[in-house]
């Protein structure tokens, strides 16, 4: 089984910056892929950006594409979500998520929230 962990959440202003993280431990040489998800107050849970453990693929949610970046340390177990001009509209409970296929995600952290004041 393969365990999640986020961590860098918190409030920041607009325009600031935060960078998530979320270390997989486990079974993680079974993990495909990895993505960032998130909840806001009174919406559904979104699809924020994604990563390939073992190609290089991306996809990101158009209402962050050019701010927001995922990425990947595989000799750390770890992805990052980096988070740049953050909006008010960006708050909310962020989640990692890693799957064994490319189109299902069956392993979940415990979210970490982020606000952003404006």
């Known amino acids: 089984q393969v365990q999640l962990v986020e961590s860098g959440g918190g409030l920041v202003q607009a325009g600031g910056s935060l960078r998530l993280s979320c270390a997989a431990s486990?079974?993680?040489?079974?993990?495909?892929?990895m993505g960032w998800f998130r909840q806001a107050p009174g919406k559904e849970r979104e699809s924020v950006a994604a990563?390939?453990?073992?190609?290089?693929?991306?996809f990101y949610a158009d209402s962050v594409k050019g701010r927001f970046t995922i990425s990947r340390d595989n000799a750390k177990n770890t992805v990052y979500l980096q988070m740049n001009s953050l909006k008010p509209e960006d708050t909310a409970v962020y989640y990692c998520?890693?799957?064994?296929?490319?189109?299902?995600?069956?392993?979940w952290g415990q979210g970490t929230q982020v606000t952003v004041s404006s």
């Open positions: 998520a890693a799957g064994t296929n490319a189109a299902v995600y069956q392993y």
């Open positions: 486990g079974r993680t040489f079974s993990i495909d892929g």
């Open positions: 990563i390939t453990w073992s190609g290089i693929s991306t």
